[in-house]
């Protein structure tokens, strides 16, 4: 990199139960690797689910009252997912019992973890936790037990989330990116001005920084 070039700044807008944020993540990242580019990563905040109640849903039961979508279908979708996340090296475990969960107190622990430079670590645990271990993530101690996990402290975690501390900074950066007309996720935004939408694929997000690459020559 010429002393001069500044990294790529990436914003992400995502939430941790959407199975294709980690995946197009998880593709974004090797392209990253491949193309050599410099890079900053910048989570956001995004709730698929905001009226969800805090003890969650069955997953199987959500999809099917929110797309109509019949077992066979919801099926089909699991093993294309299960898929396209093996090949970035992440694994899901969908079964019977798999949950969808109301994640906004997930996203003020994230806002928290920000200010002690650990969110981009959290982020990653809570995708595992939620999609490879089926954690509880609805429950505020675990996710104070996962913030403990990735280095930080429980008792400011479980704090943070009994208190509600940071609830209005989340509800105002939600509506901020809305604003910004983001109605689904992943929307990844390089360098505050190039909006992608889904799980490109590794080479396709290869294509996209290559040309991002020329356009700051």
């Not at 920000?114 to 982020?123: R, T």
């Not at 943070?160 to 996720?185: D, P």
Request: charged share 25%; aromatic share 8%.
């Amino acid at each position: 990199m010429k002393p001069s070039e500044k990294p790529l700044r990436i914003d992400i807008v995502s939430d941790v139960v959407c199975p294709w944020c980690v995946i197009g993540y998880r593709q974004l990242a090797e392209a990253l690797k491949q193309t050599n580019t410099a890079y900053s990563i910048h989570w956001h905040p995004f709730e698929l689910n905001s009226n969800m109640p805090s003890e969650g849903q069955n997953l199987r039961e959500h999809i099917i009252e929110k797309y109509g979508s019949t077992k066979e279908e919801s099926d089909a979708s699991r093993e294309r997912m299960t898929a396209a996340g093996r090949e970035v090296g992440f694994e899901f475990d969908f079964n019977d019992d798999t949950r969808m969960h109301n994640t906004f107190n997930l996203h003020q622990l994230l806002h928290w973890a920000d200010q002690q430079g650990c969110m981009h670590e959290l982020k990653q645990a809570l995708f595992e936790a939620h999609f490879t271990h089926n954690r509880n993530i609805s429950d505020i101690n675990v996710l104070a037990d996962i913030a403990a996990e990735t280095g930080l402290y429980r008792s400011e975690a479980l704090a943070v989330l009994e208190g509600q501390f940071f609830a209005k900074e989340v509800r105002a950066e939600e509506q901020h990116w809305q604003q910004q007309g983001i109605q689904s996720v992943p929307a990844i935004i390089f360098n505050e001005r190039h909006l992608v939408s889904g799980a490109q694929g590794v080479d396709n997000y290869v294509s996209i920084l290559e040309q991002l690459a020329t356009m700051s020559d």
